[in-house]
Each structure stands twice: as structure tokens, then as C-alpha cells.
């Protein structure tokens, strides 16, 4: 996401914060109503008798006014929508003035109450004193706020109400719920004010058990809705969103349309910062349809708003028309509220700005930017400004004036590092990055790109718990730097910098297939350390930027690979490289690790026609019925950079590819490509798949006895559990045959090669899983249905014979697989699950399998075929058993090459239905035989979904 769309999709929040934030109760508006009585207002605003203890008129009259114009405050912002932003300006500063008028009251009626307390009260009339000095430190603290007008000042000021604040719930906590949650509240505001936000939330949080215990739900929900609020500032996604949820479902129960539909609002910006776009339109059109319904001049300053974020989406998914024809609407209900229009449309002047910039009418967009600038200045709004000043340079970036986009953004990164702006500050430090690339400066716009990657990372940690699709929306959105980045480093010739930033981009896939937030998530994500600055490097940066540049040298994960491929090779492994891929959106690229030196290659070609690409191939792949050779041959010119790759292993005399692939390429076998003569699985250089995991698994293993667990039968999966539809999953006919091809068990009609055990079926438990695996086994082998869809927020899970589940959660309890050589998931497309640009859950089954102890994976990338699977796998198995020293991926290649040649005249049968030329699970259909070919399998659909993955002796 550009910094325009980012621009675009933060104003819900930002551009009209009281509209948005400050929704308070009409019950608490009307409590506090300027037309009653002072002494009123106080009892029914906190509870207590002043008459029996403040004596002081004067004091009593000031307390009463902060009050009074803490609700006016509140109802200025609830319908700042409605009413012209100059006005809400002036208001606020006339109750400014009043609040400074009644701090020196409220002190003397502080001394009062502390005076009368030294006496010698009864305990009745002690409560009561202590109860009115609570309602006078809270009102003090309301006061201090408001009072000051310059910086220092004002902080001063905030740090002497979160004393006040701090004295009135020393008092409050121990009586009264209702008011300690009020006091923590506005405490909370205090620490806002002065950018703490770790405290500010933190008091929220107290005050929210405080609310639910007295059953004050509206002031529970605007509670929430504050934590939503920060924390979205903060980029914590994952607590925004829950905060926001729980606020909503509240406003739901009591019926308040306006604060539903504000609360819509406001997670809509969430999962639009998260680049979610599908969830920030549904909440989006959800609070449209809730304004529409209530029709007053403040729901259509509500439904404006939501326009302006609409056109943000528009603009992330690149539909620029559409984004236009949002921002007309808001201008039109705008217009339709009168009161204000001009100032409320003058403040769209620089999403119009973004707008016209992605259009490529610079020259328009520029003039809307000058007038935006001209407004924020006057209303002194700095990180609105800096916000606005980052557009003008990405403007200027793409009419390729590169040095004055410079300059607009070294004046704006320092606005945003100081107002704690960090993916703004990415925003603007992507551009310098690009902006200095374009100017052939590549070592300043390495140093800033990094810089990017660093507070990227820092988000991302933050945001574990996130649910994988949003983990995954965020970082695609972001992976172009990433890249970006990494081509730099190659260029450069700095191939460790460019593998930790490669890195990075890997821990997608835990998050992908792990559960958000368990312990197997965090230990799989490794650590998030940030990228080491050179001293060059460092004085690059101004004084805040300096400060967070760590001085470091290399990556000690890539001399950690060249250590384990060397080890390999001494041992008699032959010789092992590492190959890791990526794009960038015109080039693919290649870095070669060997056990003595790094090199680089690179193929011009689009990602969107790469992507295309490998979609096609796949469908071809995984369909007995098409044709794979011409796109397999344009896929390996590709990969093996036009054959510069092929020559360097060659020379190098690499017995072993090791491939870190990324994006769609994952999807593809490399065995399956084709160099013109033949497919790669018949050269005698092996293709394996690797995780982060796997140098630590690189040892020989002995053979041991195995254990084989097969579903042969039908089982329907229940409702709750998959997607809200309950879901039928087909007998797997040839599972039984291909366990008792691999173990030899007498009992279960096992006449495989290795010793073991075999669950058929009913015997397919955890209980028997857990006692099994617990003996000490070499080899698991599954025969049964996957299912995988994390994006859907679904646990992958294994079909178990009695028809429970197995779901990645309970892997580690269950799953045992240390000194477990070999783990085979041979069901259906147990590494794949969505066809997605990132390719992350192809390896994430293997990082997850190999963290918990197994050595070596074998899954699925598309549906397997029932009739020759078993085949294959007996083949496999088999060789494997009396030719140890072959090594397990040499055996399976050796399989696969007997099925291609095989030779029959019965057609082979696929568990699958095709639908438009893919492959899907479903019913038997027959495939067709190539009639100059009597080798039925020779496709690479019976042979090539298999994927090995990890330690290859």
C-alpha cells in the first residue's frame, strides 16, 4: 500500500477524532446538562453531598462548570461531523478558558476538604469528605487538561492530572467501581496526551472491569473503544480489533445505531491498515447502511466519512475510478448537511490529491496538495501535515524528480519519528528508498530501506496473535520492499544482508499454518532482530533516526548454512547448495550458497507474468489431461536463469539443489520442469525443499521400525468445526494397500519391507498415535485427507480413522517426532492449501513437522492418485530399506522415474474431478492416454506431487 492509499485510509480516524472517539451516552449527556442546577449536576455526576462538606460556593460553582463543560466537550465532538471544523475549533478553545477559570477555585476547595479530614470527623462524614476530594482531584485533573495552550506547559500540566487522577482512584477504588473507572479514564487521557501509550491503555484496561461490575455497559463500550482507538495508532491490530469488537457487540445490546455504526467505522480502518480489503468494505457498507437507516444531518456527516475511507480501499486495490467516485459522494452528504460543508470538503482537498497522483495528473494533484498544506498549517496539525508533505514527494517521485521528493521527505520523516508515526515513517522512507535507487545512490537507499524492513519487523512482532490472513495481507502488502531491498543488497554484492532480509519474508510461513499466538507459533517464528547499520550507514540518518540504527556486521544464519553444507559434504553427502528465490516486479532472482562462496543470478520477467506462469503450469501439473512440456521448458529457462544456474552447479559439482523458494514458484515441483530433453527428475541431481529448521536436522538416521495409519473410509467433518458448512470426505479406496506396502504387520495384511505397525481405519486414534510413536519409531506414514485453509481462520487438520481430527495444535502433544527420520503426509494436497501470491503454506507443514523433531517431509501438492500411489510408494520404501546409503530423496527419485517408464495397458485412475481443466478432490473420473505413449503414468500429475522436504541423506 502507497502512501496515498495509507493517506486515504486513516482518515475515519484521524482527520475527525471526535466524531470517531469521543461518543459518549445520551443518559450521561443529559445527567450533566447545563440547564440544571449546579448542586444537581454534582450529585447525580458523581454521587456524593456537597452540601454537607463543601462550604465554598465559589468551589462548588467550579466544579460544576469543569463538569459541565466536560459534556459540552463530549457534544461538540459527538456532532463535529455535522458542523464546520474552524467552529469546533473555536468552541474548544472558549471551554479552554473556562477551565482555567476554575482551577484556582478547585485548589481552594482541595485545601478545604484536606483541612476538614485533619479534624476529627466522624466515620460517616469522613467517607463523604473523602468522596468530595476524589470528585475534586478528578476535577482538577479535567481542568489541568484543558487549561494550558503551550507545549511545555500543557505537559506539565498532564503530568499534574495524572496526579490529581491518580488521588481520586486511591479513594474510589475502594468504594465506589463506577467512579475509580471513571477516574482510571481520564487518567488514561492525561497519559495520551503526553504520548504514553503504553499507560494510557493500560488504565483503560483496569477501568473496563470496573464498568462491566456495575453494569455501566456504555461507559464499558467507550472504554473499549478508546483501547481500539490507541491501539490502532499503535499498529497493535490484534487488540484493536478485539477492543473494537467487544465495544460493538455492547453498542449492539443496548441499540445505539450511531456508535454501531462509528465502531464499524473504526475496525474498518483496521483491517484497511492491515491491507485486508474484503473485511474493511463489509464493516464499511455495514455502518453505511446503519447511517442511511437513522437519516439525520450527523448520521450523513457519518456516512461522509465512511465515503473517504471507502475511496482508501479503491485505492489499495488500484480502482481509481471508483476511489473518485467515493470522494464525490462524500462531497455530495456533506453538501446535504449545510452547516459546514465548505470547511468539511476543503478538508478532503488531499485525499482528492492522492487521488488525481495514482491517475497521473501531477499537476492537479499538486495544487490539491498546496491547498490541503495551506489549511493544516494554519490549524497547526503536524502529523497531518507531515502526512500530506509524504504525498508531495511520492508526486514528485513519480514525475522522476527524484531530488525534490528527497527533500520533501527528509523534512516529513522527522514529523512522523517525533509523533511516533511508524508506518508513515515506512511510507516516507520507502520513497527515499526508491528515490535514491533511481538516482544511483543504491548505498543511501540500502541504509533507508533497511531502516523500513526494521520497523516492519518491529510491527509484525508486535502483532503475532494477528489471525494469518491478516498476518499474510500485511505482509504481502508490504513485500515488494522487502524485495526491493534484497535486489539492492545483490547488486551490491552484500549476499548476507540480502539472505537476513530473505529471512524475514520466511517466517511468513509459521504464521501462515501455525495458530496465532501459540507456543509453536513463537518458537517457529524465530527471532525478529533488526537489520546492523554500518557506521557509513548510520550517518545517513538525522538525530532520531540514528538512535535506533544498531551497529552490527553480517548475518550469522548464512555462515551458519555454509558451515552445515561443508559439514555435508565432509561426511560423504556430496556436495549441497542452496538456492534462494524471489521477484521483484520486473526481475526474478537467484542467490547460490555453496559451502565456499555465494553468487547471484537474476531473469528479466514481470511477477504478474510469473505469477501467471506458474498458475498455468500448476493446472497443468496437477491434470493428467494437459499438456505441462512448453510452459514446464519456459518455467526452467526462467529458474535456471537461461542456464547460467545449471552451468555454476555443474562447475561447482552439486550433487544437491536445496531450494528456498518464495511465491507462487512453491507451487511447483522443481523435478517437474523440463530442460528441453527431459524432466529434472530424470538428471541425477537431486531437488529438495528446506525450512529454517533443517540445518539443525542434517545427520544421518538408522532405520527403526515404522508405523502406518491409513483412512479408507467415508467421514462426514460437522459444521462447527470447517467454515460454518459441514463437509463430506471421500473414502481414500487405495490408502489400506499403500500402508501394507510399506510395513510389514502380519495382523493388518502389512507385507511391506519396513517392521511396524499399522492403524487402519478404526485403530487411526490419538490415544493408539500417542502409545505407538511413544515405543520409538523411524517412520510415519499417513494415508488420509488434509485439510488446510488457514485463510479461512480454520486449524489445518489430519482425518483421523475414527472420524476425529488431529489439528495442528495438538501436533506437539501428540506427534512425538524426535529421532523420527522420516514423516510422509501422503494425503491430499497436505502442502498446499490456497493458491495464494506468497506460497507460504507449501513449506510451513514442513518448518512445522521438522521443529517438532522430524527429520525429513514428505507432502502433497495437489490431489494424489489413488491406483499408483501405492506403487510408488512400496517402490520407495523399499529401496529406501535395502539401499540406505542411497539417501531417502535419491530413493523417491528413483520411484518416480520407475512409475514414469512404467509400462501397462489398464488406465490409471484419479481421485479427483475436473472441473475447467483443475484438478479437485472429488469422485473417479478416467484419464486419458496419450496414444503414442504405452506408459500410462508418465505424467507428472501420478509422479511429481510429492514434495521432499529437509534432510535428503
Known amino acids: 500500500m502507497n502512501f496515498t492509499r495509507k493517506l486515504l485510509l486513516t482518515t475515519g480516524l484521524l482527520a475527525c477524532l471526535g466524531g470517531v472517539l469521543l461518543i459518549q451516552n445520551n443518559n450521561a449527556l443529559r445527567a450533566r446538562s447545563p440547564k440544571q442546577k449546579p448542586v444537581e449536576v454534582a450529585k447525580r455526576a458523581r454521587g456524593s453531598q456537597y452540601e454537607a462538606t463543601l462550604t465554598h460556593k465559589q468551589s462548588l460553582f467550579a466544579y460544576t462548570l469543569v463538569k459541565n463543560a466536560n459534556a459540552y466537550e463530549d457534544w461538540i465532538y459527538l456532532t463535529a461531523s455535522t458542523r464546520p471544523f474552524v467552529e469546533v475549533q473555536e468552541q474548544l478553545a472558549i471551554l479552554k478558558k473556562k477551565f482555567a477559570a476554575a482551577k484556582k477555585p478547585l485548589i481552594a476547595a482541595q485545601q478545604s476538604l484536606e483541612q476538614q479530614l485533619k479534624g476529627r470527623p466522624t466515620q460517616e462524614q469522613r467517607a463523604l469528605l473523602q468522596n468530595d476530594l476524589a470528585d475534586v482531584h478528578f476535577a482538577l485533573g479535567e481542568a489541568l487538561q484543558g487549561a494550558e495552550t503551550q507545549e511545555r506547559k500543557l505537559l506539565v500540566a498532564r503530568r499534574l492530572s495524572v496526579t490529581h487522577y491518580q488521588k481520586a482512584y486511591a479513594i474510589d477504588k475502594l468504594h465506589r467501581s463506577y467512579n475509580a473507572g471513571q477516574d482510571l479514564v481520564g487518567m488514561g487521557w492525561a497519559y495520551y496526551g503526553q504520548s504514553d501509550h503504553l499507560r494510557d491503555v493500560k488504565c483503560w484496561w483496569q477501568a473496563v472491569p470496573l464498568f462491566h461490575r456495575v453494569g455501566a ?64 468494505l463489509k464493516n464499511y457498507r455495514a455502518a453505511l447502511l446503519i447511517y442511511h437507516d437513522i437519516n439525520t444531518p450527523m448520521a450523513r456527516g457519518g456516512a461522509a466519512r465512511i465515503r473517504i475511507s471507502v475511496s482508501g480501499v479503491h485505492m489499495q486495490e488500484g480502482n481509481y475510478k471508483e476511489a473518485l467516485n467515493s470522494l464525490n ?44 498544506l495551506a489549511r493544516i498549517r494554519r490549524q497547526g496539525d503536524r502529523p497531518w501535515e507531515a502526512r500530506v508533505l509524504c504525498d508531495v514527494g511520492y508526486n514528485k517521485l513519480k514525475q522522476h524528480l527524484d531530488e525534490k521528493a528527497l527533500t520533501v521527505f527528509k523534512r516529513c520523516l522527522p514529523m512522523m519519528e517525533k509523533a511516533g508515526m511508524r508506518e508513515d515513517a515506512v511510507y516516507a522512507l520507502t520513497g ?54 534484497a535486489a539492492l543488497l545483490i547488486k551490491q554484492k552484500r549476499y548476507d544482508e540480502a539472505e537476513q532480509v530473505l529471512r524475514f519474508l520466511r517466517q511468513e510461513d509459521v504464521f501462515v499454518f501455525a495458530q496465532p499466538g501459540s507456543e509453536l507459533a513463537k518458537k517457529l517464528a524465530g527471532s525478529f532482530e533488526p537489520l546492523p547499520f554500518s557506521e557509513t550507514e548510520k550517518a545517513y540518518f538525522d538525530t532520531e533516526g540514528a538512535k535506533q540504527a544498531i551497529i552490527g556486521q553480517g548475518c550469522p544464519e548464512s555462515h551458519s548454512w555454509q558451515l552445515a553444507l561443508a559439514q555435508q559434504e565432509q561426511v560423504g553427502h556430496g556436495r549441497a547448495a542452496l538456492i534462494s528465490t524471489f521477484n521483484t516486479e520486473d526481475t526474478f532472482y537467484l542467490l547460490l550458497t555453496t559451502a565456499k562462496e555465494r553468487r547471484a543470478f537474476s531473469y528479466p520477467i514481470k511477477k504478474g507474468d510469473f505469477d501467471a506462469l506458474s498458475k498455468r503450469l500448476y493446472d497443468e501439473l496437477s491434470n493428467p489431461a494437459m499438456n505441462p512440456i512448453p510452459d514446464a521448458q519456459q518455467m526452467y529457462r526462467i529458474v535456471f536463469a537461461g542456464g547460467q544456474l545449471e552451468q555454476a552447479l555443474n562447475q561447482a559439482g552439486i550433487t544437491t539443489a536445496l531450494w528456498f523458494a518464495s511465491g507462487t514458484l512453491r507451487f511447483i515441483p522443481i523435478d517437474a520442469l523440463h530442460d528441453g530433453h527431459q524432466y529434472l527428475v530424470q538428471k541425477p541431481r537431486a531437488n529438495v525443499v528446506i525450512t529454517l529448521t533443517s540445518p539443525i536436522l542434517f545427520s544421518a538416521t538408522t532405520h527403526g521400525p515404522a508405523l502406518a495409519a491409513s483412512v479408507s473410509q467415508q467421514h462426514t467433518v460437522a459444521a462447527d468445526i470447517y467454515g460454518g458448512e459441514s463437509i ?64 479461512n481462520g480454520q486449524e489445518p487438520f489430519f482425518l483421523l480413522g475414527d472420524g476425529t481430527r488431529l489439528p495442528l495444535s495438538q501436533w506437539e502433544r501428540t506427534l512425538h517426532l524426535r529421532g523420527v527420520g522420516l514423516l510422509t503426509l501422503s494425503a491430499c494436497k497436505t502442502g498446499v492449501g490456497t493458491l495464494d501470491a506468497s506460497g507460504g503454506d507449501v513449506s510451513s507443514i514442513g518448518e512445522v513437522s521438522q521443529y517438532l523433531g522430524a527429520q525429513s517431509v514428505i507432502a502433497t501438492l495437489w490431489p494424489v492418485a489413488d491406483k499408483p500411489t501405492p506403487y510408488l510408494m512400496r517402490d520407495f520404501y523399499t529401496r529406501f530399506y535395502h539401499a540406505p546409503q542411497l539417501g531417502k530423496v535419491q530413493a523417491l527419485r528413483v520411484a518416480q522415474r520407475d512409475l514414469m517408464n512404467s509400462e501397462g495397458t489398464t488406465q490409471p485412475t484419479q481421485s479427483a474431478k475436473d472441473k475447467g481443466g483443475i484438478v479437485q478432490e472429488g469422485e473417479q473420473i478416467e484419464a486419458p492416454r496419450t496414444p503414442s505413449s504405452n506408459h500410462p503414468y508418465a505424467h507428472p500429475y501420478y509422479w511429481a506431487p510429492f514434495s521432499f522436504i529437509g534432510n535428503w541423506t
Open 329 to 372: 459522494m462524500a462531497v455530495s452528504l456533506y453538501q446535504e448537511v449545510k452547516n459546514g460543508a465548505k470547511e468539511n470538503i476543503e478538508a478532503m482537498t488531499p485525499k482528492f490529491g492522492a487521488v488525481y497522483m495514482e491517475m497521473g495528473k501531477y499537476q492537479t494533484a499538486q495544487r490539491y496538495f498546496e491547498r490541503a
Open 728 to 791: 463430506i470426505l471421500k473414502p481414500l479406496r487405495g490408502a489400506l494397500s499403500e500402508v501394507r506396502s510399506i510395513v510389514n504387520d502380519t495382523a493388518e495384511g502389512g507385507t511391506g519391507p519396513f517392521p511396524g505397525k499399522i492403524l487402519a481405519d478404526g485403530q487411526f486414534t490419538i490415544s493408539n498415535l500417542k502409545q505407538d510413536i511413544a515405543r520409538g519409531v523411524s517412520i510415519i506414514h499417513f494415508a488420509t485427507h488434509f485439510v488446510n485453509d488457514p485463510l
Open 217 to 280: 455497559k456504555e461507559r464499558e463500550a467507550f472504554t473499549l473503544h478508546c483501547i481500539a482507538f490507541v491501539c490502532l495508532q499503535m499498529e497493535h491490530y490484534k487488540e484493536a480489533i478485539d477492543a473494537g469488537h467487544s465495544s460493538l457487540q455492547i453498542y449492539k445490546s443496548l441499540k445505539k445505531q450511531h456508535e454501531v455504526a462509528a465502531e464499524l467505522h473504526d475496525l474498518g480502518g483496521c483491517y484497511a491498515n492491515l491491507a485486508y480489503s474484503e473485511e474493511a
Open 432 to 485: 527515499m528508498t526508491t528515490a535514491y535507487a533511481n538516482l544511483n545512490q543504491p548505498r543511501h537507499a540500502i541504509a533507508y530501506g533497511k531502516q523500513a524492513i526494521n520497523i516492519l519487523q518491529s510491527i509484525r512482532q508486535e502483532n503475532q496473535k494477528l489471525n494469518p490472513k491478516l498476518q499474510r495481507a500485511f505482509l504481502t502488502e508490504h513485500r515488494g520492499l522487502y524485495e526491493r531491498v
